[in-house]
Structures are given as structure tokens and as C-alpha cells.
């Protein structure tokens, strides 16, 4: 392990939290896509996204949308205080696609 870590192979180490446990029951995946490109930096968009707790990772991306981010919330009520008065109000948001999580896997592999 030490090895590896010397040679820049694993960068890190993650703890992992149970987040029904800790009362967030709902996680939601949004994609979304700017409307004012070239009014709003991507820095912008990215600094202010960043700064919402609910938002637990923020991924810029090529094809149908501009980000995706995975949002966590304690029910679908919550999610909906979260979109409407958080994300819907972020620099250059044009649309927003959800797809909520309903199961998860996890396939024991090389890479994680």
C-alpha cells in the first residue's frame, strides 16, 4: 500500500457513511444543462454548485447535458426545497433532468 501511495497510484482514501443512518433517505441524480453559455462562466456555475451541501458531487460532462450531480436529501420533499430554491437559481441553469435512486450496487472490482 505504502508502495503505491509513494508512486502517486492511490491518491486517497475515502470513509464511507451509511446516509439513511444519518436521516438522508433520497438520493437523486440531476443533469443539467446551462442556458446562458457565454454569459455565465463554467467557474461560476461550478463555485456556486459546489457551495450547496446537499450536492455531493459535481461532474462536468460531454453529451446530453453540461453536469451531472449527485444530490442527497432526506425525503423528496427536501429534494424539492433543494431544486427550487437552490439549483434552479444557480448562474446559467437552463434545464434539469432527475432520475432518482432507487437501489445500488456495488460490483467488486480492480478499480473499486
Known amino acids: 500500500m505504502q508502495r503505491l501511495q509513494d508512486l502517486g497510484i492511490i491518491t486517497g ?6 446516509r439513511e443512518k444519518l436521516g438522508f433517505g433520497v438520493t437523486v441524480f440531476l443533469g443539467v444543462k446551462l442556458g446562458t ?9 461550478e463555485r456556486a454548485v459546489c457551495a450547496i451541501p446537499e450536492v455531493q458531487t459535481v461532474e462536468h460532462v460531454l453529451g446530453l447535458y453540461d453536469y451531472r450531480l449527485r444530490v442527497t436529501a432526506r425525503d423528496i420533499a427536501d429534494f424539492e426545497r ?23 450496487e456495488r460490483r467488486a472490482g480492480p478499480l473499486g
Open 13 to 18: 482514501r475515502r470513509l464511507e457513511l451509511d
Open 37 to 45: 453559455k457565454g454569459r455565465v462562466s463554467l467557474e461560476d456555475f
Open 82 to 104: 433543494v431544486l427550487r430554491r437552490r439549483i434552479m437559481l444557480l448562474p446559467g441553469v437552463g434545464s434539469v433532468d432527475a432520475n432518482v435512486l432507487l437501489s445500488e
